[in-house]
DNA sequence: TATGAATGAGTCTTCATTCAT
DNA sequence: CATGAATGAAGACTCATTCAT
């Protein structure tokens, strides 16, 4: 078996596992139980079981950030009208992280009890996603889409709760879950509240 | 000394000790050097080191719920106008979560990654304060001041994230957050959010 | 309350506890517990947890020495018959032990485990029974009811190990043995081991 | 090293360790440091201290069970006298029970003191034996070598608490005790015991 | 690379005993 | 004499990590 096959094969395990039981409750006996694997070759593969986890929420960052659908196209999106270009953004994230709601429901429920570094690593995550954000609300100011005397930096951390909220309470370890109904609540109400008048 | 006394002491060194180092980074011997008490009776009040976080837990838990401002006078509510309800409402709930912010904090970082239990009990917490909130819509409604065709169980999760990231974006750890500006943009926010129109 | 009806108390309580869940079972918390009396009490009356199973043992011990029932009128004795000194030797013994079964069972089953003391005083009161024995089979000898090659040494250790057996067998934690059966049985065999021919 | 051979490794060094201080005066500590082992290495053969103590109780009372001299060859044994089968058994039992001795000592000293489980062990056992003795004296009665009014089950008792004596008094601690001489009085005590007349 | 036996530092918890009131 | 809160030494057990094969 391939080097980087064993190491997924860990990796995979270990989610499985540490969503079973959180990071705590899993010791690596578990993970290589649930791999089929040997306690030597989990230390080959991975310094420290703190390592796999870490593995596992760079892996869960990574698919966030890569979640950029607006900024794809930008001439395109001045086209589209606001309504579409929030309701594509949110569709994308939302499926996105329900997509991997394993992975995402180790980072939100998980990570920030191990470690500072974790919290630190969510942090700026969420302060990248809180730029995006902002610039977005911006480019609806100059649209004329939203009043110009919104908090925006505020507004941007309101517009993250949200969708935080969303995943947790609908995402999480749900099969399926009514993605389209969400999206709309989410763009009607943000829509609004930026909205002048 | 009294019991409670002494209850009360230990209670409040493991908030400091768990607030330094977490749950998991915090021994028991941590939280009586902390308390300046013999091991012992640390174990004379309390059952175990899960024990302790509990009753911290269930503290926080019950001021969180005691926060009830805008049940107090129901009819003083009637005449009062939506923003001004609204204002109240956060103004109360943002300043109580600021003031307790070592355990909210403990609650909202660490509790998920211990126990189950504890996951459960938050969930419970949640859906609670998403009655209240889906009450006071449901009452924006028939005052005319939310729209019908609201979603109203899903907007009152979307209330519900956006308290929770501005706690702990702003409240957390920081001394003397701006709390008008935070109320401001957020009532601002939803009165539209929720608005007709 | 007088100082020894107030040692009398924690002493019942504890044969009761001890018997319950045996020395190392049991807590000095049970002790009190059981005799309704406060932790500084029990340590005003007994100096040790040791020491109060040690009161209980020297107590046993005691009991079972005072059983001389053969001793007591020896001109008599050595009218009576051998069948007959038995018989009421015997029935006393046995009688005397299921009196106080707890004590006994006490002394059989956590004296040896606790202590090398214990081992000790248990050892030396065998050899005391031990005397007591040979000595009437001597006289027996005396009597020509026993036979003179016998080896009075090791029968000795025969009759007690039967005591013993049927003590632990018949005697321990029953209420109503049929004493005079085992009597009957024990008097039978050991006159006619001990016979000639 | 085999796993079992280790295994062995740690059971003899407890049974070293026991025998010097008793159950409760053992630690893990105690056992590993005999053993020349590290302490996860004991946990690796053995769930607890308890665990240990229960396996050589169990390979005590096998030994104990295995020794069956007269159930070899019955057709031989009818033809034998009793004097010789008697002789031959109590011959073996308190051979065995000498050669184990240490074993021996740690199930009739220290068992009972630890575990109501270990007295139930215990207690079926010495049922087993007792069966063994009954089937041995009815066999006996068959013969005409015991009385036919004998109390079989009461008198199996007798038989074995002289045994236990036996082995109590002079097999345990001892390096050579007089065998012949101890099943010498036995036997002839015991046959005249049962014999009629 | 893979294996799994071995390691031992780390922690929680217990409970007999003390002592101030 | 009585109380019961406080003490802290002691000890069982865990589990991440190492390393010889």
Redesign the pocket.
Known sequence: ???AE?REQILAAALKAFSRTGY?????????AEA????????????????VFAALVDRTLEILLSVRPEAEEPVVRRRADAEQILRDSYTTVLGTIHKHRQLMRLLFDEALGIDKGFRKQLEQHFTVWHQRITATIAFFQERGVAREDLDVEVTGQLALGMVERLARRYLFGVRSPDLPRLVEALVAFELRGIAGR
Chains 1, 2, 3, 4 share one sequence.
């Open positions: 078996m391939q080097r064993r705590h409750g899993t010791h690596v006996a578990d993970v290589i089929g694997v040997a306690r030597g070759t989990f230390y080959l593969h991975f310094q420290s079981k703190h390592d």
